[in-house]
């Protein structure tokens, strides 16, 4: 069974940092698409960052754009995000996902999220 988990969330004061991880499991991970998505309270979950297979190509909702990286260790089966700067807008539920088109068919995993909390 494919495994999403989450992990290096918690509690951070405006303009702090942090750096979440994602480690899969049971996917051949370079064939995925890697993507971070956001949900906060009363909103729905909403695209942040993601990272094509190769690594080659990376793309950021413009609200995080200049302040979070995206990055990927093939050999630790991880993807990170770099956080930067962060808002109190930015707290939320953050969840991975893993994505893959196989012959027409779309395999999509999501991790169980970790909570992002940016306190003023």
């Known amino acids: 069974q494919v495994q999403l988990v989450e992990s290096g969330g918690g509690l951070v004061q405006a303009g702090g940092s942090l750096r979440l991880s994602c480690a899969a499991s049971?996917?051949?991970?370079?064939?995925?698409?890697m993507g971070w998505f956001r949900q906060a309270p009363g909103k729905e979950r909403e695209f942040v960052s993601d990272?094509?297979?190769?690594?080659?190509?990376?793309s950021y909702a413009d609200s995080v754009k200049g302040r979070f990286t995206i990055s990927r260790d093939v050999a630790e089966n991880t993807v990170y995000l770099q956080m930067n700067s962060l808002k109190p807008e930015d707290t939320a539920v953050y969840y991975c996902?893993?994505?893959?088109?196989?012959?027409?068919?779309?395999?999509?995993?999501w991790g169980q999220g970790t909570q992002v909390t940016v306190s003023s």
């Open positions: 990272i094509a297979s190769s690594g080659s190509a990376t």
């Open positions: 049971r996917l051949t991970f370079s064939m995925y698409t």
């Open positions: 996902r893993g994505r893959r088109n196989v012959l027409g068919t779309e395999l999509v995993y």
